[in-house]
C-alpha cells in the first residue's frame, strides 16, 4: 500500500492530456498556439502526479522487512545473551544469598551456644572464687589458730611470765618422763627463789603462772596454754 494519499486524475482527463502531448501524426511541428499556459500546467501535474504514484508503489513493494535484516539478528542475538547472563547472574546471586542466610543462620546458632557457654563458665569462674575465698578464710582461721597455739605452745627452756609468755594454765602436750622436771621462780631471782616446782615422773601435769614469776622446764617436752 503506497504512503501517498493523492487524488487520482480521472482516466478520460489524463488522456485528453496526452493527446494535446502527442505530436502530429505526419510528423509536422505541432503548431505552437494549440498548447495553451494552463493546459500546459496540468499536462507537467499530470505527469507529476504519474511519477508519484509509480515511485510509491515502487517503494511499498521494494522496502525489506527489517527484521529480516542482519543487523536486527544481531541486535535479536545480543539481546538474547544478555538476557542469558543476567539470568545465569541472577541465578549465581540467588545461590549465593541461599548459602550467606545459611551461614549467617548457622553463625547465630553458634554465637548464642558460645553466649550460653560462656555465661556458664562465668557461673562456674563465680562458685569458684566463691569457694576459693571461703578456702582462705578457713585457711587463715587455721593459720591464725595454728599462730597462736604456736604464741602460746613452750618448750624447755625458762621463760619469763608477761614477757616471753602470758600468764595463764599450761599443759604438758603429752604424757612426761620419770626425769621430767618444772619449777616456778620469782622473776629476777636467778632461780634462787623458787616459788613452786615438781619431778612429775609421768602423766600430763599442769602449772598456773603469773606475772612476775619465771617458769623453768627440763625434759618434760611442750606445753600449752589452756
Same mark, same amino acid.
Given at each position: 500500500?503506497?504512503?501517498?494519499? %493523492?487524488?487520482?486524475?480521472? =482516466?478520460?482527463?489524463?488522456?485528453?492530456?496526452?493527446?494535446? =502531448? *502527442?505530436?502530429?501524426?505526419?510528423?509536422?511541428?505541432?503548431?505552437?498556439?494549440?498548447?495553451?499556459?494552463?493546459?500546459?500546467?496540468?499536462?507537467?501535474?499530470?505527469?507529476?502526479?504519474?511519477?508519484?504514484?509509480?515511485?510509491?508503489?515502487?517503494?511499498?513493494?521494494?522496502?525489506?522487512?527489517?527484521?529480516?535484516?542482519?543487523?536486527?539478528?544481531?541486535? &535479536?542475538?545480543? *539481546?538474547?545473551?544478555?538476557?542469558?547472563?543476567?539470568?545465569?547472574?541472577?541465578?549465581?546471586?540467588?545461590?549465593?544469598?541461599?548459602?550467606?542466610?545459611?551461614?549467617?543462620?548457622?553463625? !547465630? /546458632?553458634?554465637?548464642?551456644?558460645?553466649? =550460653?557457654?560462656?555465661?556458664?563458665?562465668? *557461673? !562456674?569462674?563465680?562458685?569458684?572464687?566463691?569457694?576459693? &575465698?571461703?578456702?582462705?578464710?578457713?585457711?587463715? /582461721?587455721?593459720?591464725?589458730?595454728?599462730?597462736?597455739?604456736?604464741?602460746? %605452745?613452750?618448750?624447755?627452756?625458762?621463760?619469763?611470765?608477761?614477757?616471753?609468755?602470758? !600468764?595463764?594454765?599450761?599443759? =604438758?602436750? /603429752?604424757?612426761?618422763?620419770?626425769?621430767?622436771?618444772?619449777?616456778?621462780?620469782?622473776?629476777?631471782?636467778?632461780?634462787?627463789?623458787?616459788?613452786?616446782?615438781?619431778?612429775?615422773?609421768?602423766?600430763?601435769?599442769?602449772?598456773?603462772?603469773?606475772?612476775?614469776?619465771?617458769?623453768?622446764?627440763?625434759?618434760?617436752? *611442750?606445753?600449752?596454754?589452756?
Amino acid at each position: 500500500m503506497s504512503n501517498f494519499e %493523492t487524488e487520482p486524475a480521472p =482516466a478520460a482527463h489524463i488522456k485528453d492530456v496526452m493527446n494535446e =502531448a *502527442k505530436p502530429p501524426s505526419d510528423g509536422a511541428e505541432p503548431p505552437t498556439a494549440r498548447v495553451k499556459p494552463g493546459r500546459k500546467k496540468r499536462i507537467f501535474t499530470a505527469v507529476a502526479v504519474l511519477a508519484l504514484l509509480a515511485g510509491a508503489t515502487a517503494v511499498g513493494t521494494t522496502l525489506p522487512d527489517p527484521k529480516s535484516s542482519d543487523a536486527y539478528a544481531s541486535l &535479536a542475538g545480543e *539481546k538474547a545473551s544478555i538476557e542469558s547472563e543476567r539470568d545465569s547472574a541472577k541465578s549465581s546471586y540467588e545461590s549465593m544469598k541461599s548459602k550467606y542466610d545459611t551461614l549467617q543462620n548457622g553463625m !547465630a /546458632a553458634r554465637e548464642a551456644k558460645v553466649t =550460653a557457654r560462656e555465661t556458664e563458665v562465668g *557461673k !562456674a569462674d563465680a562458685a569458684v572464687k566463691t569457694a576459693e &575465698a571461703a578456702v582462705k578464710v578457713r585457711e587463715e /582461721a587455721v593459720t591464725g589458730a595454728e599462730k597462736t597455739k604456736a604464741a602460746n %605452745t613452750i618448750g624447755d627452756g625458762t621463760w619469763t611470765v608477761g614477757k616471753d609468755i602470758e !600468764a595463764g594454765t599450761y599443759r =604438758a602436750a /603429752a604424757d612426761v618422763g620419770s626425769s621430767c622436771y618444772w619449777g616456778i621462780y620469782a622473776t629476777g631471782s636467778n632461780g634462787s627463789n623458787i616459788i613452786e616446782n615438781d619431778l612429775p615422773g609421768g602423766g600430763r601435769p599442769t602449772v598456773a603462772l603469773s606475772g612476775g614469776q619465771d617458769f623453768k622446764s627440763t625434759r618434760c617436752g *611442750k606445753w600449752e596454754k589452756q
